[in-house]
C-alpha cells in the first residue's frame, strides 16, 4: 500500500505507525505482525497503518547517501510534495524556539522526543549521527523480580522488573532497568538473595507462572513478536524494595523504553509507588503533527 504512494525509484527512511485519538499505538502495530494472512488482512482494515518519512536514501534512483542533509531533505520534500495519507513527512525547523515547542507539544500524540541532524551530515546507516532530545523524568518504581544477564545465570543479574500500583492497588508491570556495571550485577546477586526466599507465596504476579495457553505478551516473561525467541524467563522478588529510575516517556501503561536506575529508595513503602507520581501529558491530535509546517528562523 505504501509503495503505491511513493514515487518511482525511492528509497526513503521511515517508520510505520498506527495512530490513534490517544496518540501512537505500538501495541496495536506489534499486533499486525501476524503469520496468517489472512489475519494480517483483517487487521490491516480494522486498525490501518501509516508511513512517516524521515530521510531520503534515494531519489530517481539516485543514491543520496553521501549527499548532506540539507539536501537529502529538499530533494524528500519535492519527491513527496504530493503525498496523501497514510504517507506523511515528519516536520522540520531550524528554528531552535519551534523545536521545542514541539518537544512540548507533540509528546500528547506519544512521541517521544525531537531529533537534530547537521545540516552537512551523511546518510550513515547503522550509526548514530544524530542527537535525540528527549524528556527526562523520574518515578519510584517497586521492584518485582529479576532477570539474569545472558553472560552469567546465577552469576550477574541482567535486569530488575519494575512495577507501579494503580488506584485499585494492583502491582502493573511497567519495564526494566538494566542500566548496571557487571561489578554491580555481581553484587545485586547477593543484594536480592534474601528477597528470593518465599517470593511467589504472595506475589502479585503469581498467576502469571501459572499460565497455559493464554496470552503472554504482557507479562513479564511473556514472548512478544518483537523478543524473537529470547529468554524471557524471570525470577519474583518479595515485594519490599523500591528504587528510583529515570524514564523519557510512557507508552499506555508502561514505559516505552528501559528505564535508567538512578537509587535506592529506602525511604519510600512499595505501597505509594502509584501511577498517580507520573507527569501526565496533554493529549495532541497526531495529525497537527503531520500538519506541521516548516518554518525557518
Request: aromatic residues 12%; glycine residues 4%; positive net charge.
Given at each position: 500500500m505504501f509503495l503505491e504512494k511513493l514515487p518511482d525509484g525511492c528509497v526513503i527512511d521511515g517508520e510505520i505507525v498506527i495512530a490513534t485519538p490517544r496518540g501512537l499505538d505500538f501495541d496495536a502495530l506489534q499486533l499486525r505482525l501476524h503469520p496468517a494472512a489472512s489475519r494480517a488482512a483483517k487487521l490491516a482494515k480494522e486498525t490501518p497503518a501509516a508511513f512517516v518519512a524521515f530521510d531520503a536514501i534515494a531519489i530517481g534512483g539516485r543514491d543520496l547517501r553521501?549527499?548532506?542533509?540539507?539536501?537529502?531533505r529538499a530533494l524528500l520534500e519535492t519527491a513527496l510534495a504530493g503525498r496523501e495519507p497514510p504517507v506523511h513527512l515528519t516536520p522540520m525547523t531550524r528554528d531552535p524556539v519551534v523545536a521545542s515547542e514541539w518537544l512540548s507539544r507533540f509528546e500528547g500524540a506519544g512521541l517521544d522526543g525531537v531529533v537534530a541532524k547537521p545540516e552537512q551530515g551523511t546518510y550513515e546507516p547503522g550509526k548514530r549521527a544524530m542527537i535525540k532530545v528527549k524528556h527526562a523524568r523520574t518515578a519510584d518504581c517497586?521492584?518485582?523480580?529479576?532477570?539474569?544477564h545472558k553472560a552469567g545465570r546465577n552469576e550477574l543479574i541482567g535486569s530488575l522488573l519494575l512495577g507501579l500500583h494503580d488506584d485499585h492497588g494492583?502491582?502493573?508491570?511497567v519495564g526494566v532497568t538494566s542500566s548496571f556495571?557487571?561489578?554491580?550485577?555481581?553484587?545485586?546477586?547477593l543484594e536480592l538473595e534474601p528477597l528470593r526466599d518465599l517470593a511467589?507465596?504472595?506475589?502479585?504476579?503469581r498467576e502469571w507462572a501459572e499460565v497455559d495457553g493464554r496470552d503472554m505478551t504482557r507479562m513479564p516473561g511473556g514472548q512478544s513478536r518483537w523478543s524473537a525467541g529470547k529468554d524471557l524467563s524471570w525470577e519474583p522478588l518479595r515485594i519490599e524494595r523500591v528504587c528510583?529510575?529515570?524514564?523519557?516517556?510512557?507508552?499506555?501503561q508502561r514505559f516505552r523504553h528501559g528505564a535508567i536506575f538512578q537509587r535506592?529508595?529506602?525511604?519510600?513503602?512499595p505501597g505509594d509507588c502509584r501511577y498517580d507520581q507520573l507527569e501526565v501529558t496533554t493529549p495532541y491530535e497526531l495529525e497537527k503533527v503531520f500538519g506541521a509546517v516548516r518554518r525557518e528562523p
Open positions: 553521501a549527499a548532506p542533509q540539507v539536501e537529502r517497586v521492584v518485582a523480580g529479576f532477570r539474569w494492583a502491582l502493573h508491570h556495571t557487571m561489578a554491580i550485577r555481581r553484587q545485586l546477586v511467589f507465596a504472595h506475589h502479585p504476579w528510583e529510575v529515570k524514564y523519557d516517556h510512557m507508552q499506555g535506592w529508595r529506602p525511604d519510600k513503602r
